[in-house]
């Protein structure tokens, strides 16, 4: 099946930039091999960075999913979806979940991306759109008309480690299943991957999995917004790769998002982001 890779360039949803040039740069590389759909900002747009405002960016980030959202769901073809800070994630998700209908979703990330208004301290809608895509909250980010949000009880949450206390309390009760980077040094990876699949999978279609860069650790993959130390190794990040690639019937879109080229050291999130990218593009456009 022949995926349609959309490169969203922006940064909108977090104060520190560089996301949106990590699309873009990501975007180039893939240009040798194949097409690649770009999405920018609105030209006139000038980010948001105070840290007062706890809304930081939210129409452009609405404008910007909204184009998204269309780009996928008007497209035959598998979404691949590059960013960009996980604020796009709102826009891929939701438009594969309207696409195949009823789909479970990994979310790849240090952090749970599981606060609303009112439990954000930092105001960075990247820390908002796994709450949204559930329904939990957040009506203001959808703009678009969605079909259904994505089922909580099919939700599951890898690599977590990074946890706001008022977030944790949004994942109690939204009753979102979440393995942390130490559930997987006990559990093993290969384990909390099948463990995660199973849920997702449980009564859905197909999934959908946003894989955040910054789950991987800092010595591997500095170049994110928001690094977390304590991160999985290279071997951990791999084996997941290729139980997915196992499993890539099942899958119904990707999203790779916050590679951020300013914080990158000696190219090395760069190089871990087109290894990932090359092994599932040619997986996918075998299937
Ligand atoms: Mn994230």
């Known amino acids: 099946m022949e995926a349609i890779i959309i490169s969203a360039c922006t940064d909108a949803g977090v104060h ?71 604020s796009i994630s709102i826009g891929s998700a939701l438009a594969s979940n309207y696409k195949n209908g009823n789909i479970g979703i990994i979310w790849f990330d240090a952090h749970p991306d599981y606060n609303t208004f009112n439990t954000t301290i930092t105001g960075n809608i990247h820390g908002l759109p796994l709450a949204t895509i559930n329904g939990f909250n957040n009506k203001e980010l959808i703009n678009f008309k969605i079909k259904d949000y994505i089922n909580p009880k099919n939700t599951v949450i890898v690599g977590a480690r990074s946890i706001d206390e008022l977030e944790k309390e949004n994942l109690k009760q939204a009753g979102i299943k979440v393995f942390t980077t130490n559930d997987i040094k006990k559990l093993g990876i290969k384990y909390v991957i099948n463990e995660a699949l199973k849920i997702a999978l449980n009564n859905t279609s197909k999934i959908h999995i946003s894989y955040d860069l910054d789950v991987i650790d800092p010595n591997i993959a500095p170049g994110v ?6 991160g999985l190794t290279k071997k951990e990040a791999l084996i997941a790769l290729n139980l997915f690639l196992e499993k890539i019937d099942n899958i119904a879109s990707f999203d790779l998002v916050e590679f951020n080229p300013l914080k990158d050291i000696n190219n090395k999130t760069y190089d871990i982001s087109t290894t990932i990218l090359d092994t599932l593009l040619d997986k996918i456009n075998l299937k």
């Open 225 to 230: 917004s928001v690094p977390e130390k304590n």
């Open 16 to 86: 520190i930039d560089g996301a949106s040039l990590g699309a873009y740069k990501l975007g180039k590389y893939l240009e040798n091999k194949y097409n690649v759909t770009y999405i920018n900002n609105t030209s006139n747009f000038i980010k948001d960075k105070n840290p007062k405002n706890l809304q930081k960016n939210l129409s452009e980030i609405n404008i910007f999913n909204n184009k998204l959202y269309h780009t996928i769901i008007n497209s035959p073809k598998f979404p691949f979806t590059i960013g960009g800070d996980h």
